[in-house]
């Protein structure tokens, strides 16, 4: 995005800004202060309808959600957010601007020589023994075309290696990002992710109703110690694809560590809650893999489910620990179920 305001439009669409921002809980860092400075100058209008349908889902925009707005948004696909590809893009047009240097200089004595050569040529004079010699002209004029087209052939060498490394220098970005927020394994949200995400939407407090899931593979180490590791793998990619599948936004499902999984939930109460987690245990319980070397199905795959909803004087390790003594509870009572941290109240 190339910004053209003057001084005083600038400053004006700052004063507005500002009070959005904090109206909406928006933290005030600058990736921020770009994202809401384009809502107000209205120049990108995907973007403001992104941004409304965000603060309409959360009552805020996570800042999850404000990476990847900006991303998509305002910063190219070949951006060069970190200092490692930034040099690497830099060394790139160093070296190319060293070759068109000499391809440049190649030229430029080319067309001296040329020049050189026509003037003798036009000079010539058969019966004049200290003209230039028509051979000596033509033996310069094709050492420097060799010349010219070696250097003109290396500068095309250098244009095609340079794209090459562009295309590794993209796809190492967007392997880096991946790596920030990406479980390698599920292809779910991490705990960073989590944690940053249910920190935030836990500010808004009584602004809005938010809910926790967290889940387990019921007897996963037993499981692992039958059928081995990466029968193990395959089962916690199923269920990372299942969560994927059933967790729409504004869901945030994420692999929470080893076996064990977690959901937010924002603006969903006990009874909504409850059905998501009813309907993944179902979808679970349904998995079936197909052993290679026996050929026999594997179908005792279970999940218990413990979730619990946002009180108002939570912080983010209680209402994570009340969600672990309601997965505990649904472990004691057979597993395989979902049980609120207020059963039985």
């Not at 990619?237 to 064990?260: H, T």
Request: with cysteine; proline share 3%; aromatic share 6%.
């Amino acid at each position: 995005m190339k910004y053209k305001e003057t001084p005083s439009q600038a400053a004006d669409y700052l004063r507005q800004a500002v009070p959005l921002m904090v109206r909406n809980r928006i933290p005030p860092n600058p990736l921020n202060y770009a994202l809401w400075y384009a809502y107000v100058s209205n120049q990108l209008p995907e973007l403001n309808v992104a941004l409304d349908s965000t603060l309409k889902t959360y009552g805020t925009c996570p800042n999850l959600l404000s990476e990847q707005l900006f991303r998509k948004h305002l910063v190219s696909d070949d951006a060069k957010d970190t200092e490692e590809i930034h040099n690497g893009l830099v060394n790139l047009v160093n070296t190319l601007h060293e070759q068109a240097s000499v391809a440049w200089e190649q030229t430029d004595s080319y067309s001296a020589v040329l020049r050189e050569s026509l003037e003798a040529l036009t000079d010539f004079n058969l019966t004049d023994t200290d003209a230039l010699p028509l051979e000596s002209i033509i033996r310069t004029l094709s050492l420097k075309t060799e010349a010219i087209n070696d250097a003109t052939r290396l500068f095309q060498q250098q244009i095609d290696a340079a794209q090459s490394e562009i295309a590794a220098l993209k796809q190492e970005l967007h392997q880096t990002r991946q790596d920030a927020s990406v479980d390698v394994l599920t292809d779910l949200f991490n705990r960073r992710v989590f944690d940053t995400e249910l920190e935030q939407l836990m500010q808004l407090g009584s602004l809005q109703e938010l809910s926790l899931i967290l889940l387990d593979v019921d007897h996963f180490k037993r499981f692992n110690d039958t059928y081995g590791h990466l029968m193990g793998d395959k089962v916690l990619q199923y269920v990372g694809r299942i969560l994927k599948d059933e967790c729409a936004e504004p869901l945030i499902p994420v692999r929470f560590g080893g076996e064990e999984f977690a959901v937010i939930a924002p603006g969903l109460g006990k009874d909504a809650t409850k059905a998501i987690a009813e309907r993944l245990r179902k979808r679970i319980e349904a998995i079936r893999i197909r052993q290679k070397s026996s050929g026999s199905v594997i179908s005792s795959i279970t999940a218990s489910f413990g979730i619990t909803c946002l009180r108002s004087n939570d912080d983010h390790s209680t209402l994570i620990e009340r969600a672990d003594q309601a997965l505990y509870q649904a472990k004691l009572q057979g597993r395989n179920r979902v049980c609120s941290d207020s059963d039985g109240q």
